[in-house]
């Protein structure tokens, strides 16, 4: 595939990665009351997020509070928020960077090394983007599977995985492929590169072909002019 098609591809996932991220820090669906024992017939579901906590009524009321104190929240919390907020970051500038590197876009128009650089380093931030909004969705979905399955906690305590874990790691995983993308594309042309380099303007696989056959020409050459 070509290193163009790669980019594109690559950047493409890791909008839509970053967009994912978004929608998953922002949304309060990372947690969601169980409904099993005694509170399987119950009117209220609760939902926890990153920033606050909403309870929806079977009357289809739904309220939305925010956590009150920021140094009140446990620590696994507090890191998951910055987790996220630092993937988002990273992602945002990564997405700067990639337009300025790939190939279909007019920046640094002359250089293609350079350009093959940026795009790398662009990738190599959406991986990184994406491995730091994959720690706080494995950390979340861990604590809520290994709390559903504690016999001493009440059932009125208990959570399920909620939606934004899931569109978390889906995430997650969209946004370290296109940087896995955006990174191959920089080293086919940065090889593409120094075989133009080799090979005056010509690909390195062209400029050795055209070696073999001058190098024949020449013993062609030579024998013709042994026999006469």
Known sequence: MPSVALELMGFFLGLLGMLGTLVATVLPYWQISAHIGSNIVTAVAN?????????????????????????????????????????????????????LGMQCTLCLQGNAEVKSRVAGTSGGLFLFAGFLALIPVSWTTHEVVQTFYQPNVPSSLKFELGECLYIGLASALVSMLGGGMLCVSCCEEREGVQGRRLGGGYPIQHYEEYCDLEVTFKLVSLNTKTLF
């Open 47 to 99: 939902m926890r997020g990153l920033w606050m906590e909403c309870v929806s009524q079977s009357t289809g009321a739904f309220q939305c509070e925010t956590y009150n104190s920021m140094l009140a929240l446990s620590a696994d919390l507090q890191a998951s928020r910055a987790l996220m907020v630092i993937s988002l970051v990273l992602s945002i500038l990564a997405i700067v960077i990639a337009s």
